[in-house]
């Protein structure tokens, strides 16, 4: 005789039940919400989160197969969310066949996909004002967003993978789902607008150890420019403290580089390169330097010689 299913409540209850217990974790399904709270009247700022899945890795040859998008007001002082004001999400027909492969992955398949096509005023409208836009993996998501939709190149971007240090945190992983265990909740992985969502939660989530909100922490990394210093003429004897530094080796430009953010870690960078490299001479050095506005693009970032 089979029993009658839980109601919501008697899950619930049970739920709190079984997490009252040191032995065992709960994990909730996300449900989306459409406001954090109520704002204080102080100025707020409008943020986009958006996701995409695409026909795999390379971004000179795949394409995207899906959008999502969640657009929200919060506080540019600390962090906190409040409205969500739109949602979007929208497949795409690449042009070509989706392989098997990433139908596994994401869910997505040649028949979902055949004559759909993103709405491109509408994302521009969506995203246009913005103060920043997030992905968690934004060295990924952009170059493929600016391919298809250049208004991207025009926004800031921020980064949840990169800019948070979930390391220090205690977090034994960076992806997205294993994040959103941590903090107790599950939800559909690897479709876009529900990445989207997911990711907006964990952003209004306490950070473990410094007891930060997760989207502080990410705002907090912002202003500061990330720059990438090319040990150039290096002797080549050199090349195994580059690597043992985290050097990686350019072979268009024939030199090692490292990319560091903030102005602090690069000047005690250049000490190093200085001393440990050039024994000391002076030397001139090239650099790339990229902003909010640059950072995670493949486009360029202004080019500095400096003699140190």
């Given at each position: 005789m089979s029993s009658a299913p839980l109601t919501d409540a008697q899950a619930e209850s049970a739920a709190r039940a079984v997490e009252a217990h040191p032995d065992y974790r709960v994990l909730r399904r996300l449900q989306p919400v459409a406001s954090f709270g109520e704002s204080a009247g102080q100025p707020l700022a409008k943020g986009v989160?958006?996701?995409?899945?695409?026909?795999?890795?390379?971004?000179?040859?795949?394409?995207?197969?899906?959008?999502?998008?969640v657009v929200f007001e919060y506080d540019p002082l600390t962090g906190q969310a409040f409205r969500v004001l739109e949602t979007y999400g929208a497949l795409e027909?690449?042009?070509?066949?989706?392989?098997?492969?990433?139908?596994?992955?994401?869910?997505?398949?040649?028949?979902?996909v055949a004559?759909?096509?993103?709405?491109?005023?509408?994302?521009?409208?969506?995203?246009?004002?913005?103060?920043?836009?997030?992905a968690h993996n934004s060295r990924f998501d952009r170059p493929f967003l600016e391919q298809r939709l250049p208004i991207f190149e025009t926004l800031p971007w921020g980064c949840s993978l990169d800019q948070v240090?979930?390391?220090?945190?205690?977090?034994?992983a960076r992806k997205l789902d294993y994040i959103a265990a941590q903090f107790g909740f599950f939800f559909e992985a690897h479709r876009a607008e529900a990445d989207c969502m997911a990711l907006l939660h964990i952003l209004?989530?306490?950070?473990?150890?410094?007891?930060?909100?997760?989207?502080?922490?990410?705002?907090?990394q912002l202003p500061l420019k990330d720059w990438t210093v090319y040990a150039?003429?290096?002797?080549?004897?050199?090349?195994?403290?580059?690597k043992a530094r985290a050097y990686r080796w350019d072979g268009a430009r024939k030199t090692w580089h490292r990319t560091l953010t903030g102005t602090a870690p690069i000047t005690s960078e250049v000490a190093w390169l200085k001393e440990?490299?050039?024994?000391?001479?002076?030397?001139?050095?090239?650099?790339?330097?990229?902003?909010?506005l640059l950072r995670y693009s493949r486009r360029p970032g202004k080019q500095v010689v400096k003699t140190v």
């Open positions: 989160i958006v996701d995409t899945e695409t026909t795999g890795l390379n971004q000179d040859a795949d394409r995207i197969i899906e959008i999502g998008l027909d690449p042009g070509f066949a989706i392989t098997p492969e990433i139908t596994a992955i994401t869910g997505i398949s040649n028949d979902m004559g759909q096509r993103m709405d491109d005023e509408r994302v521009a409208a969506l995203v246009e004002g913005a103060s920043l836009v997030i240090d979930w390391t220090a945190e205690g977090l034994g209004q989530q306490t950070l473990p150890k410094s007891n930060a909100l997760v989207m502080k922490s990410l705002l907090d150039v003429n290096a002797r080549f004897e050199t090349k195994d403290s580059l440990m490299i050039y024994d000391g001479r002076e030397v001139a050095l090239s650099f790339e330097v990229r902003d909010a």
